[in-house]
């Protein structure tokens, strides 16, 4: 059978859908140009490689033959890959989430040949099932309206158009004006975690129900508080809920890392997916948790977390891949699940492992099975340790053994900058706490890669890439993270070329994305923040601003975060200009909708209560200390810069602890430092 368009393309998850008997277009001017010559509605369905609905609307629907007559003769359907075109996925899916109240993937989405949605979901049976439409009749009907019922189409089509405008600009509804130091940071975090304490989970920790989603900026916000209040109660929403991630069946007890989400309330059976996003954003927590608590579970979960990443992701032409499959041989989970016979076959001919009976009371392997056909999902229990004895660890060994012999999960190898430059800035962070130069190393090189390859032939960052073919143009996301990771690298060895392309990079991204004039302090202030696509990219039915933190941070939140980390190393006053005029041009959302924003929230701590530890010279026993200390919005910068005014007339030896560029008096001992650091934390 003759393959579509998407053979062409480089997305796994398009090339997923290359030989479906549907005329798929990618997303572009060809699919749009044919819709309005033939005046026939778009047919656009959005989804990821790792996503297990995917496949299975793609099996059901997108590989028989009568349904793709049905969209072949009606509709142009488009297929996009929601990691490459995150702009495209957030317009389609705010009219998803307008049309029905909720949102997910697969997104399906019907609109005029502009672009316009006029009718979203998002799976649908091949056949009426459990009340919902099955997808023939869907488009059957909708093959209807478009002919006999145009008027009610197009009225449609504009009341989603401007829902989905409405929140797209919802930034520009918000006043400008007024001081940043108005907006008290203290008292927006006590509000943020008093609402998280009221969704707490207190049984299976998290907050919310099934399906249960870790919220790395939600343990990060408690975090933060318990560091800079005593108190007692946030403290214990982040620990309790770390607690019951790395025990549960969302952690993978095996190779290390994440999955996706949970489909229960206790954390024991997930979507088997693994995002590389997850394993930055959720080792980064873990890796706070251990610097606030010291528990060495934690240090342990950012070391198997990360060290999975690169074992596993790692690509031969550099970066990173973005996520490993749900599925394996067409069945979810295959890979990684166990019964009891299972793990008697595996533990055959190794010495030294636990009993069977201990193996799978060790790891919650029943004989009736906590998943499909009597087989269980490893987990352990909170109550226990889980740093492992050298049985248990064999054990471990001895089962991950077995589980590799089986048929593994598709991997996602395409590049996202945003997603790379994620990962980077963590591993950074992680190897100038834990002391893994092997990981600082691994950090550079795909900075580096991302800051030079990843570029068209322009010289504009790109988006993704895949075999080396560069696609799409970077997004707000993409230089965010990608100048976060630049300031993190400063922070790990002090060398001056971070700094020099952390403000290139800045510079580039303010004259793409920021919403106003950045030649002055007076026309920053006038500016309305950041849009999520820069000024050189194609028009869409609106130019969208990213505000609400989802499964990612916000482009706007990471976009201040990063920009007053570097404002942090260089005091440059335009840059922070930026940064107070975003976060007051917010101020309200602050102050009203802070568990809508979380990172924004922490954004403004970072620019009202940034911490600077300055250390002259040579990385020592200071440093350590520095880096090893749970420092919220803090910057620990060592060696001899000549950029950063931090180091520059300092005493090499000594340790500076300053609050927003304020320091006090140099202090010569690890003791003395931390005194200062208590105090300067809690100011």
């Given at each position: 059978?003759?393959?579509?368009r998407l053979?062409q393309?480089?997305s796994p998850y398009l090339?997923q859908?290359?030989?479906?008997?549907?005329?798929?277009?990618p997303?572009?001017?060809?699919?749009?140009?044919?819709?309005?010559?033939?005046?026939?509605p778009?047919?656009?369905?959005?989804?990821?490689a790792?996503?297990?609905?995917c496949h299975?609307?793609a099996h059901?629907?997108f590989?028989?033959?009568a349904?793709?007559?049905?969209?072949n003769?009606?509709?142009?359907?488009?297929?996009?890959?929601?990691?490459?075109?995150?702009?495209l996925d957030?317009l389609?899916?705010?009219?998803?989430q307008?049309?029905?109240g909720?949102?997910?993937w697969?997104?399906?989405?019907?609109a005029?040949?502009?672009?316009?949605?006029?009718?979203?979901?998002t799976?649908?049976?091949?056949?009426?099932?459990?009340?919902?439409?099955?997808?023939?009749?869907?488009l059957?009907?909708?093959?209807?309206?478009w002919?006999?019922?145009?008027?009610?189409?197009?009225?449609?089509?504009?009341?989603?158009?401007d829902?989905?405008?409405?929140?797209a600009?919802?930034m520009?509804t918000?006043?400008?004006g007024?001081?940043?130091?108005?907006?008290?940071?203290?008292?927006?975090?006590?509000?943020?975690?008093?609402?998280?304490?009221?969704?707490?989970?207190?049984?299976n920790a998290?907050?919310?129900s099934a399906?249960?989603?870790?919220?790395?900026?939600?343990?990060?916000?408690c975090?933060?508080?318990a560091?800079?209040?005593?108190?007692?109660?946030?403290?214990?929403l982040?620990?309790?809920?770390?607690?019951?991630?790395?025990?549960?069946?969302?952690y993978d007890?095996?190779?290390?890392g994440f999955a996706r989400?949970?489909?229960d309330?206790?954390?024991?059976v997930?979507?088997?997916?693994?995002m590389?996003?997850?394993?930055?954003?959720?080792?980064?927590a873990y890796l706070?948790g251990?610097?606030?608590?010291?528990n060495?579970?934690y240090?342990?979960?950012v070391?198997e977390?990360?060290?999975?990443?690169?074992?596993?992701?790692?690509?031969k032409?550099g970066?990173?891949?973005?996520s490993v499959?749900?599925?394996?041989d067409?069945?979810?989970?295959?890979?990684?699940?166990?019964?009891?016979?299972d793990?008697g076959?595996?533990?055959?001919?190794?010495?030294?492992?636990l009993?069977?009976?201990e193996a799978c009371a060790?790891?919650?392997?029943t004989?009736?099975?906590?998943f499909e056909?009597?087989?269980?999902v490893?987990?352990?229990?909170?109550s226990?340790s889980l740093?492992?004895s050298?049985?248990?660890?064999a054990?471990?060994?001895a089962?991950?053994?077995?589980?590799?012999?089986?048929?593994?999960?598709?991997?996602?190898?395409k590049?996202?900058?945003e997603w790379?430059?994620?990962f980077?800035?963590?591993?950074?962070?992680?190897?100038?706490?834990?002391?893994?130069e092997a990981?600082g190393?691994?950090?550079s090189?795909i900075?580096?890669m991302?800051?030079e390859e990843?570029?068209s032939?322009?010289?504009?960052?790109?988006?993704?890439s895949?075999?080396?073919?560069?696609?799409?143009?970077?997004m707000?996301?993409d230089?965010?993270?990608?100048?976060?990771?630049m300031?993190?690298?400063?922070?790990?060895?002090?060398?001056?070329?971070w700094?020099?392309?952390?403000?290139?990079?800045?510079n580039?991204?303010l004259?793409?994305?920021?919403?106003?004039s950045?030649?002055?302090?007076?026309?920053i202030e006038?500016?309305?923040g950041?849009?999520?696509t820069?000024?050189?990219?194609?028009?869409?039915?609106v130019?969208?601003?990213?505000?609400?933190d989802?499964?990612l941070?916000?482009a706007?939140?990471?976009?201040?975060?990063?920009?007053s980390?570097?404002v942090?190393?260089?005091?440059d006053?335009?840059h922070?200009?930026?940064?107070?005029?975003?976060?007051?041009?917010?101020?309200?959302v602050?102050?009203?909708?802070?568990?809508?924003?979380?990172?924004?929230?922490?954004?403004l701590?970072?620019l009202?209560?940034?911490?600077e530890?300055?250390?002259?010279?040579?990385?020592?026993e200071l440093?350590?200390?520095?880096?090893?200390?749970?420092?919220?919005?803090g910057i620990?910068?060592?060696?001899?810069?000549t950029l950063?005014?931090?180091?520059q007339?300092?005493?090499?030896?000594?340790?500076?602890?300053?609050?927003?560029?304020?320091c006090?008096?140099?202090?010569h001992?690890?003791s003395?430092m931390?005194?200062q650091?208590?105090?300067a934390?809690r100011?």
């Amino acid at each position: 059978m003759a393959q579509n368009r998407l053979a062409q393309e480089t997305s796994p998850y398009l090339l997923q859908h290359a030989d479906n008997p549907v005329d798929w277009y990618p997303w572009g001017p060809e699919a749009l140009q044919r819709a309005e010559n033939e005046d026939k509605p778009l047919l656009i369905s959005i989804g990821y490689a790792a996503c297990h609905w995917c496949h299975v609307m793609a099996h059901e629907s997108f590989e028989d033959s009568a349904t793709a007559d049905i969209m072949n003769r009606a509709f142009v359907p488009i297929k996009i890959d929601r990691e490459e075109r995150p702009d495209l996925d957030q317009l389609y899916m705010s009219a998803t989430q307008a049309a029905t109240g909720h949102g997910g993937w697969p997104m399906t989405v019907f609109a005029t040949p502009d672009g316009r949605p006029f009718f979203a979901g998002t799976y649908f049976p091949p056949s009426d099932r459990g009340g919902q439409p099955g997808f023939p009749r869907v488009l059957l009907s909708l093959e209807d309206a478009w002919a006999n019922q145009r008027e009610s189409v197009e009225e449609q089509a504009t009341l989603l158009s401007d829902a989905v405008e409405k929140e797209a600009l919802f930034m520009n509804t918000l006043e400008a004006g007024g001081s940043i130091d108005q907006l008290n940071f203290d008292d927006i975090l006590a509000t943020l975690t008093n609402d998280l304490s009221q969704r707490f989970d207190e049984k299976n920790a998290g907050f919310g129900s099934a399906p249960k989603f870790p919220r790395p900026s939600y343990v990060e916000a408690c975090l933060v508080h318990a560091a800079r209040t005593g108190n007692i109660r946030s403290r214990a929403l982040a620990t309790q809920t770390l607690d019951a991630m790395a025990a549960g069946g969302i952690y993978d007890h095996l190779a290390g890392g994440f999955a996706r989400y949970s489909v229960d309330d206790q954390w024991l059976v997930p979507h088997f997916e693994k995002m590389l996003t997850d394993q930055a954003l959720l080792a980064r927590a873990y890796l706070h948790g251990f610097q606030l608590t010291k528990n060495p579970t934690y240090a342990q979960v950012v070391d198997e977390t990360l060290s999975w990443v690169l074992s596993e992701l790692s690509l031969k032409g550099g970066g990173v891949a973005s996520s490993v499959d749900a599925d394996a041989d067409g069945h979810e989970g295959s890979h990684a699940v166990f019964t009891p016979a299972d793990v008697g076959e595996a533990l055959i001919g190794h010495e030294g492992t636990l009993s069977l009976e201990e193996a799978c009371a060790l790891y919650s392997v029943t004989p009736s099975g906590t998943f499909e056909q009597g087989a269980s999902v490893l987990a352990r229990e909170r109550s226990e340790s889980l740093l492992r004895s050298p049985a248990e660890e064999a054990t471990r060994s001895a089962l991950f053994a077995q589980r590799m012999q089986r048929p593994q999960p598709t991997v996602d190898d395409k590049v996202l900058v945003e997603w790379n430059a994620m990962f980077a800035s963590v591993l950074a962070e992680a190897a100038s706490v834990l002391g893994n130069e092997a990981w600082g190393q691994a950090a550079s090189d795909i900075v580096l890669m991302l800051d030079e390859e990843m570029r068209s032939s322009e010289g504009r960052l790109a988006r993704a890439s895949r075999n080396g073919v560069v696609n799409h143009l970077g997004m707000l996301g993409d230089y965010a993270w990608l100048l976060e990771a630049m300031t993190r690298l400063f922070e790990l060895d002090g060398q001056d070329i971070w700094l020099e392309r952390a403000t290139r990079l800045a510079n580039d991204m303010l004259e793409l994305f920021y919403d106003g004039s950045v030649d002055s302090i007076e026309t920053i202030e006038e500016g309305a923040g950041f849009y999520t696509t820069g000024h050189d990219a194609e028009a869409l039915i609106v130019r969208a601003k990213d505000l609400f933190d989802g499964a990612l941070p916000s482009a706007t939140a990471s976009a201040v975060t990063a920009l007053s980390r570097l404002v942090a190393l260089t005091n440059d006053p335009l840059h922070r200009a930026v940064v107070a005029s975003t976060l007051t041009r917010v101020g309200s959302v602050l102050d009203s909708h802070a568990s809508a924003v979380p990172d924004l929230v922490l954004a403004l701590g970072s620019l009202h209560h940034r911490v600077e530890v300055a250390i002259p010279g040579p990385r020592g026993e200071l440093a350590r200390a520095a880096h090893q200390t749970f420092i919220p919005f803090g910057i620990v910068v060592t060696g001899t810069s000549t950029l950063s005014p931090l180091l520059q007339g300092r005493e090499i030896g000594s340790a500076y602890v300053c609050r927003s560029g304020v320091c006090d008096l140099p202090v010569h001992d690890v003791s003395a430092m931390q005194d200062q650091l208590t105090k300067a934390v809690r100011n």
